[in-house]
Nanobody
Framework: QVRLVESGGDSVQAGGSLRLSCAASGYTYSSYCLGWFRQAPGKEREGVAYIYRGGRWTYYADAVKGRFTMSRDNARNTVYLQLNSLKPEDTAMYYC????????????????????WGQGTQVTVSS
């Protein structure tokens, strides 16, 4: 019912920027609880940014605060992640996640709270 497709990943130099997109389709996802995640080789998937609490609050992991910005365009059913001042440590496969319609994630969600996942888009940052 829900399909998420990420795009925008690329190989960039440290200090560069990328804009990731997550296009959603289907009728059962919630636009009020969305997430971006990343997984580097040998590491577990970690939350990068979330929109939650009815879509009114945004959370950023400490490692990306001040550098990444999450946004959404409900008319286009698309979620974005703007990545600025990229560091080699940001190298990972980036995924977007969603929850079933009706879930607003009043409390800040975690990786395990998301129901749907895209296939990921690779971000590689070289020094």
């Amino acid at each position: 019912q829900v399909r998420l497709v990420e795009s925008g990943g690329d190989s960039v130099q440290a200090g560069g920027s990328l804009r990731l997109s997550c296009a959603a389709s289907g009728y059962t996802y919630s636009s009020y609880c969305l997430g971006w995640f990343r997984q580097a080789p040998g590491k577990e998937r970690e939350g990068v940014a979330y929109i939650y609490r009815g879509g009114r609050w945004t959370y950023y992991a400490d490692a990306v605060k001040g550098r990444f910005t999450m946004s959404r365009d409900n008319a286009r059913n698309t979620v974005y992640l703007q990545l600025n001042s990229l560091k080699p440590e940001d190298t990972a496969m980036y995924y977007c996640g969603g929850v079933r319609q009706g879930s607003d994630c009043w409390n800040r969600p975690g990786v395990g709270d998301f129901d749907y996942w895209g296939q990921g888009t690779q971000v590689t940052v070289s020094s």
